[in-house]
C-alpha cells in the first residue's frame, strides 16, 4: 500500500510502519469505533474493517532522513450510503501524539504517555493512562477518564465527564452534562457547568485550588476525613447544606442567596464554590 495512495472499495485495513518514538498520528473521518493502544515498540499498525466503498487514505512520511514522524489517515463514508459504521485499531510507541476526530463514534485510547487531542459529535470517548497532555471535546458523547494526565482540559455540550484520578492541572467544562470527579489528587483545577451537576470528590494536594462555578447545576463537594482547606461558598439564588461543621451559611449580600466560609485544619487547599441558582452541598466521603 502505497503513502497517500486511496484505497478505494476495498473493506479491509491492514498497514504497518517503522515510525518515530515519539511520531504525530491524526485519525479523521467517518468510523463508528477507534480503538488505540500505547504499545513499547518504535512501530505504527492499523488494522480494521470498513464499509465496501469507504476512502481510505493514509498519508505517512518518507522516512528517509530517519524514523517517519507523521502519519495521518481520513476516513470517507461510501457515497451510496453505508455511513460510519467502520472499525479501526491503532497501535503507536507509547510517547507518540495522538489526534482524532469523528461524528458519532466510540474512542477507546490506553497506554499512551504522550499527548491526546480526541473530538467528537456524538458516541463515547474513553482514555486510561497518564497522557502527557489530554485534551478532549465532545457535543453529546459521554467523556470517561481513568488516569493521570499530567494536563488535562475536558468540554462537553451536553455529554457528562466522569474522571478517576486526577491532574496536576485541570479544566472541565459543560453545558448541560454532569461532572463527577473521584480519587486521585488536583494541584490547579477550575470546573465550569451551566445545568449540569458538579461533584468532587478527589483532593487537592498543598496550596491546591478548586474554583466551581455553575448557573443552575448542583455543586457537590466531598471531603476526606481531616481535611485543610479554606472553603468560600456563595449562591445567589440556590442554598448551601453543610454537614461537615456545625456552621450554618448566612444571608448573601443585600439578602439574596447565602454564603458560607469555612476553615479547615490549616487551611493548606481552597475551594471556591459559585452558583447563581444551584444549591451547594458540602458533607464528608
Known amino acids: 500500500m502505497g503513502a497517500g495512495a486511496p484505497v478505494a472499495a476495498q473493506q479491509k485495513v491492514d498497514l504497518r510502519r517503522a515510525v518515530s518514538p515519539d511520531v504525530y498520528v491524526r485519525v479523521n473521518g467517518a468510523y463508528a469505533s477507534l480503538r488505540v493502544v ?52 491503532l497501535f503507536v510507541p507509547v510517547g507518540a501524539t495522538v489526534w482524532a476526530k469523528a461524528g458519532n463514534a466510540r474512542i477507546d485510547v490506553s497506554g499512551i504517555n504522550g499527548s491526546l487531542d480526541l473530538n467528537l459529535v456524538g458516541g463515547a470517548i474513553t482514555v486510561s493512562g497518564t497522557p502527557r497532555e489530554l485534551n478532549v471535546e465532545s457535543m453529546d458523547g459521554t467523556v470517561d477518564i481513568t488516569g493521570t494526565p499530567a494536563w488535562m482540559r475536558v468540554k462537553t455540550a451536553t455529554g457528562d465527564i466522569t474522571v478517576r484520578g486526577a491532574a496536576p492541572d485541570a479544566g472541565f467544562t459543560t453545558v448541560g452534562g454532569n461532572i463527577v470527579l473521584r480519587d486521585g489528587t488536583y494541584e490547579r483545577i477550575r470546573v465550569e457547568a451551566v445545568t449540569g ?22 455543586i457537590d463537594l466531598h471531603l476526606p476525613p481531616k ?37 479547615l485544619g490549616v487551611g493548606d487547599a481552597r475551594a471556591t464554590l459559585r452558583s447563581f441558582k444551584g444549591n451547594i452541598r458540602l458533607g464528608n466521603r
Not at 442554598?239 to 466560609?261: D, K, Q, S
Open 227 to 263: 481535611p485543610s482547606i479554606d472553603i468560600d461558598a456563595t449562591t445567589i439564588a440556590g442554598t448551601i447544606l453543610n454537614t461537615v461543621t456545625a456552621r450554618r451559611p448566612t444571608p448573601g449580600r443585600e439578602g439574596r442567596g447565602e454564603e458560607l466560609t469555612l476553615a
Open 38 to 89: 500505547g504499545w513499547q515498540k518504535d512501530s505504527l499498525v492499523i488494522t480494521g474493517s470498513l464499509p465496501r466503498g469507504t476512502r481510505f487514505e493514509p498519508g505517512i512520511g518518507t522516512g528517509s532522513d530517519g524514523p517517519i514522524k507523521g502519519a495521518k489517515f481520513y476516513i470517507e463514508p461510501p457515497t451510496q450510503g453505508g455511513g460510519a459504521t467502520g472499525t479501526l485499531e
Open 197 to 218: 451537576n458538579v461533584t468532587f470528590a478527589s483532593g487537592l494536594g498543598r496550596a491546591g485550588s478548586l474554583t466551581i462555578d455553575s448557573h443552575s447545576g448542583t
